[in-house]
């Protein structure tokens, strides 16, 4: 007999079947033994006769042969779609048999301390809790993809070690290159500004490394960023197109999954009109608003973010507001200074539910303007000869910006922690399992 998938029974009531899958609770009531097994599609109730089964334990990979049969109508479980059958089945068949498992897996939620849940990734990914997240995770990468292909970006794959750092700081990897010195990118930022005056517009998926100094809920060592980088632009040019991939990338993402999100109660996304407003004046209402006087700070402090994200809410109806004109001494090398005040830049960030999600600017495209400015912040112009090149033979004015990943599933879900947001996070004190 071919394998049936789970959701496909629906349809074949009365008929005999074969399901593959993994069980996923069992319940025993004496003589008959009760199963939830799941595959890709779906999940379904098997009840075991003929004394079957005894020894599964969930997690246990199985093949059930047996009759799909209509439930009565006071055992009908209106929550799954499988939830008017149910499969008799005196054959089993185990094709690899689990562990006893180190906690329940069988709730709707799984209530474990996040390092629990992440020293058992590989496990605990398999709850379907947990596994809602991923799916949406991919919906958002493909609403990226196609919001950027929207924008007319062609997608390019860039590498990650590189001869020099790109967002300048401490917070970069060194990697031992055959005994030379390179690094983990910590953006793919170099590498998309150099594809500009081959494409005009790209955009790429991309890893990038961040030595982040400290343990936070929103920051990892390994970051998922989808980037944008766009060539004969303006400022105002660049402000509608970030909002734009934003929040087609949001709405696509919330349009295809709204069983999932469904499961995580959250509301829906709030798309009113973004409010845009430079560093100083977001201060300036949090001063007001918040009687929280950071007026002369260089950024936004976390719970910046929050109150200023609130006020959007409250006077847009938008869970977006983008902040622009950052200093430029606080922004990487290549940002473009605002010729009106140099002291300002021509940079933006977004904020989505009370976190900066992406970030971006006008770019420096003047070869020796940019020199000086890399020269400025005591780095070498050797360290970026390739970088360099592409701007010493025609660079058109141009700009972009990135969208942090993780960041944005976190918040679309409304996460705790930005590591339930990561298949595999890294941090300063884990890679895979944690650091002795
Ligand atoms: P930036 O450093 O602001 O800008 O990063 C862009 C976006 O990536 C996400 N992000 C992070 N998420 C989790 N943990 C981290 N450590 C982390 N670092 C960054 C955030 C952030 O908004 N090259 C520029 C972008 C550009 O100018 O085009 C850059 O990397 O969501």
Redesign the pocket.
């Known amino acids: 007999m071919t394998r049936t998938l789970i959701l496909d029974c629906i349809k074949k009531i009365g008929e005999d079947v074969k399901i593959s899958g993994f069980v996923h609770v069992r319940r025993d009531h004496g003589k008959i033994l009760f199963l939830d097994v799941y595959d890709r599609t779906g999940i379904i109730q098997v009840v075991l006769g003929g004394g079957v089964g005894k020894d599964l334990r969930p997690q246990d990979v199985v093949i059930i042969e047996g009759k799909v049969n209509k439930r009565p109508e006071s055992l009908v479980n209106k929550n799954i779609p499988t939830g008017e059958i149910e499969i008799y089945s005196e054959k089993v068949e185990v094709l690899s048999k689990a562990s006893e498992l180190p906690f329940d897996m069988g709730g709707p939620q799984l209530h474990l301390e996040l390092p629990t849940l992440l020293d058992f990734r590989s496990l605990t990914l398999r709850h379907p809790k947990v596994k809602a997240i991923f799916k949406i995770q991919a919906a958002i990468l493909e609403g990226f993809r196609k919001a950027a292909k929207d924008i007319d970006c062609s997608e390019i794959v860039v590498p990650t070690i590189a001869a020099s750092s790109?967002?300048g700081g401490a917070q970069v990897f060194k990697v031992d290159y055959y005994g030379h010195k390179a690094f983990l990118t910590?953006?793919p930022?170099l590498y998309k500004q150099m594809l500009v005056p081959v494409y005009e517009r790209v955009f790429t998926i991309t890893k990038?490394y961040?030595a982040?100094p400290s343990v936070t809920t929103?920051?990892?060592s390994e970051?998922t960023?989808m980037?944008c980088e766009i060539g004969f632009v303006e400022f105002a040019d660049l402000l509608d197109l970030l909002e734009k991939v934003a929040v087609d990338t949001i709405k696509y993402a919330q349009e295809n999954c709204q069983k999932a999100l469904e499961e995580f109660e959250v509301e829906p996304v709030a798309f009113g009109k973004i409010p845009r407003l430079t560093l100083r004046e977001a201060q300036q209402i949090i001063l007001k608003e918040f009687s929280k006087d950071n007026t002369k700070e260089k950024d936004l402090m976390p719970q910046d973010e929050v109150d200023i994200c609130k006020w959007a809410f409250k006077n847009h109806h938008s869970d977006f507001v983008t902040i622009t004109h950052f200093p430029t001494k606080a922004k990487?090398f290549y940002t473009h200074p605002d010729l009106k005040d140099p002291e300002y830049s021509l940079s933006y960030?977004l904020l989505f539910r009370g976190v900066?999600?992406?970030?971006?600017?006008q770019r420096i495209n003047d070869y020796q303007q940019l020199v000086d400015s890399i020269k400025g912040r005591g780095m070498d112009p050797k360290d970026f000869e390739l970088y360099l090149q592409a701007f010493k033979y025609g660079m058109p004015p141009e700009g972009?910006?990135?969208?942090?990943l993780?960041?944005v599933t976190m918040h679309m879900l409304n996460l705790s922690n930005?590591r339930e947001a990561s298949l595999f996070p890294r941090d300063m004190e884990r890679v895979d399992t944690r650091l002795k």
């Open positions: 790109t967002e910590q953006s930022q990038a961040r982040e929103r920051h990892l970051v960023q980037d990487p960030d900066e999600i992406l970030s971006g600017s972009g910006f990135s969208l942090g993780e960041r930005i």
